[in-house]
């Protein structure tokens, strides 16, 4: 994604930064072999994963000018996984930058494959717009209702970090025998089910929220 065509070209703005990866190569392992030497004596040192930011300049053969980059090196008992992202904002911290900038516009496009491709919410087969407008309105709830199931109720577990889809399926899709009574709808869960955990912690959540 690192394009040396609009580098050059936002070098020019006065209202344009960007951010992006950048592939490592032999140089830029060379820059940062400071901070992965670092990262990886301290895993070795106590044995515990270890995380080094570093940033420096930097320009590639065909750019026009140099850029800086900020290298993340994490060194674990699965080896030391080195990564770069090439940007032009220079007043935010090394660290800031790669976490709260970067890893957040990967974070935004996670929530958007949710969006569209678990709860399906591009199915916009109507014929009128505004029936259409309607649907997405209705994936939108059940995005937000799914999502406050997951930092609510399911926060702290197994699930508080997984897909849409796998809530739906071990959670949301579970038989169950409804009646409809004079005044009220009546929902029996099975006696055993592998999710009954979630069901009872969400129901202990409500009564203390009842009282």
């Known amino acids: ?66 850029q800086r980059i900020v290298v993340k090196v994490e060194a674990n008992g699965m080896g030391t996984n080195i990564r770069y992202i090439v940007s032009s904002l220079r007043n935010i911290r090394t660290r800031e930058l790669y976490e709260n900038a970067y890893c957040a516009r990967g974070a ?51 699930l508080s970090k997984a897909t849409m889809k796998t809530i739906q399926l071990k959670l949301i899709k579970v038989a169950a025998h409804v009646k409809i009574l004079k005044t009220k ?7 055993e089910f592998c999710s009954k955990w979630a069901f009872e912690k969400g129901f202990n959540v409500f009564d203390i929220l009842r009282t």
């Open 1 to 66: 994604f690192c394009s040396k065509e609009f580098m050059d070209w936002s070098s020019g703005q006065s209202n344009v930064e960007f951010i992006t990866g950048l592939t490592g190569n032999s140089v830029l392992n060379n820059l940062a072999k400071i901070t992965i030497e670092s990262a990886e004596r301290e895993y070795k040192a106590y044995g515990k994963p270890a995380k080094r930011y570093h940033s420096f300049e930097y320009k590639a053969g065909p750019w026009e000018l140099s």
């Open 108 to 158: 935004a496009e996670l929530r958007i494959k949710d969006h569209k491709t678990y709860l399906l919410s591009d199915r916009m087969s109507c014929s009128s717009f505004l029936a259409n407008q309607f649907r997405l309105f209705m994936h939108s709830a059940a995005y937000v209702l799914i999502h406050t199931l997951q930092s609510e109720i399911l926060r702290g577990t197994e």
């Open 185 to 191: 709808v009546k929902i029996e869960l099975p006696v």
